[in-house]
């Protein structure tokens, strides 16, 4: 079975900075691609970033390009940079897994976190 535990969300000013975390308690990381989602209130889950198992290719949202990054280690920990933030980020990020192909899809990914809330505001 597989659980994933995001940390690192808070309360951040306009043009802020956050590294959001998720550990992932799986014998093998290293099968699993994995990616963050956030879901903002009264809003569908959207897909904002993901990388593949071996850590080569990542892939972003357009809302999000060039303000985050994602990478993982061999500690079986994904991360999320967030950069320059502004309102429309505020939204609770989950971080998904799966051992099929990475995808921008929600529906593709068949093990999620909890989520960590991100609230923007000045």
């Known amino acids: 079975q597989v659980q994933l535990v995001e940390s690192g969300g808070g309360l951040v000013q306009p043009g802020g900075s956050l590294q959001l975390s998720c550990l992932a308690s799986?014998?093998?990381?290293?099968?699993?691609?994995m990616a963050w989602f956030r879901q903002a209130p009264g809003k569908e889950r959207e897909f904002v970033a993901s990388?593949?198992?071996?850590?080569?290719?990542t892939f972003f949202a357009d809302s999000v390009k060039g303000r985050v990054g994602i990478s993982r280690d061999y500690l079986k920990t994904l991360y999320l940079d967030l950069n320059n933030l502004n309102y429309e980020d505020t939204a609770t990020y989950y971080c998904a897994a799966n051992d099929r192909a990475v995808s921008r899809v929600a529906a593709d990914y068949d093990y999620w976190g909890q989520g960590t809330q991100v609230t923007v505001s000045s």
């Open positions: 799986v014998r093998t990381f290293t099968i699993y691609d």
């Open positions: 990388i593949d198992r071996t850590g080569g290719g």
